[in-house]
């Protein structure tokens, strides 16, 4: 069966030549994407994590800091129209109206490459050429990094209003439904910046304008995606998926054999509460282990809403039972000399 290539297969097949003076920043992106472990929302699961983004954008706001991806470089990509057609909708006509592009600008692809603390925001959009162009957006996110007090000013100057106005930027259309004490959740922790772009002469009114309307929202989903894919109740190993050919900008490509983890996102309304994942044993071949929550038996043993604090980096202890969860970072288990596993990741619903 033939395989269709990612956006990300299309952005490590650019060229020089096919992208000109952004050719740096493209290469930069190609470096960074080939350490990255790839995880591919379908159809259902965007429309499904964009369903619950609408209902429960105060859940995002409350456990923003236990947004933690389960790899140090990892990438996320969605079928975007379906995901913002949800979004736009629970949104206030007058709000929804200024924030939906012309359908030749309608982006068809997000993809958001998680690089430490740093998220950098790829898209496919002009839905009517016959070779839709990825692009890498100039803004890009700084996770737990705030604002200093000039980079606020530039980017209130350049949104032309308060500091509210980057709350509405980070929350998107969730922004008119947030007590006004919540809305700031997102810029008491997180930050963005212009990381190319800004030598442009008219920068302000040519570079930036163009990018953050369209912008709007992108941190509220870079914190969301943590949350949901570390919600796994159930993983899934199928069988080694082999080399296939395929095409890439008209030309032929051999896309990679790799290991295909189906991730069942567990529907419960609360984000924070994890699941352990079931054990699989048989494991010889050297493989990534995904980051993800640890608890201790006082934790696991009470199933009230844990009060939790932080008592160190990534470790949060119960004030409630004295319960303690942790974070585990992502590492490699097995034996390198019986071979390694490539993995990519399919999320479904």
């Keep these: 069966m033939k395989r269709t290539p990612l956006l990300y297969d299309e952005m490590l ?39 619950m983004i609408v209902a429960h954008p105060e859940a995002i706001a409350r456990d923003v800091e236990f947004a933690i991806p389960p790899f140090e470089r990892m990438y996320v990509e969605l079928p975007y129209p379906e995901f913002f057609k949800i979004l736009s909708a629970a949104a206030p006509e007058e709000y929804r109206s200024s924030y939906i592009a012309p359908p030749e600008e309608e982006d068809q692809d997000i993809g958001y490459l998680f690089d430490g603390p740093l998220v950098y925001v790829m898209s496919r959009a002009m839905k009517s050429a016959k070779n ?11 996770l ?9 000013q530039v980017m209130t100057n350049l949104l032309d209003t308060s500091r509210l106005g980057i709350d509405a ?4 259309s969730c922004f008119n ?47 969301a995606l943590p949350l949901f894919l570390n919600r796994t109740r159930e993983v899934q190993l199928l069988d080694t998926v082999p080399p296939a050919p395929g095409f890439v900008h008209a030309k032929p490509r051999t896309l990679v054999r790799h290991n295909v983890v189906r991730l069942r996102l ?17 494991w010889r071949r050297e493989h990534d ?41 992502a590492h490699k288990r097995g034996r390198k000399d019986q071979g390694q596993v490539i993995t990519t990741y399919e999320v479904m619903p």
């Design 289 to 329: 282990v995904r980051g993800h929550w640890c608890g201790d038996r006082t934790y696991h043993a009470n199933t009230h809403d844990h009060d939790l604090r932080e008592i160190a980096v990534n470790r949060w202890k119960c004030l409630r039972c004295g319960g303690q969860r942790w974070w585990r970072k």
């Design 13 to 51: 097949a650019l060229t020089p030549k096919r992208t000109g003076r952004v050719w740096p920043q493209v290469s930069f992106m190609q470096q960074r994407l080939r350490a990255a472990k790839v995880f591919r929302l379908d159809h259902a699961a965007a429309a499904y994590a964009a369903s």
């Design 177 to 223: 439904v947030l007590h006004p004490a919540t809305m700031r959740a997102l810029r008491t922790h997180h930050s963005c910046e212009f990381w190319y772009g800004n030598e442009h002469p008219d920068f302000a009114h040519v570079v930036a304008r163009a990018v953050l309307k369209p912008s709007a929202g992108d941190l509220r989903n870079i914190v």
């Design 266 to 282: 567990d529907p419960g309304p609360l984000l924070k509460r994890v699941f352990t994942s079931r054990a699989s044993g048989g």
């Design 144 to 152: 737990n990094r705030t604002f200093s007090f000039e980079e606020e």
């Design 132 to 142: 839709p162009f990825p692009m890498v957006l100039p803004i890009r996110y700084r």
């Design 169 to 172: 930027l980070f929350w998107g």
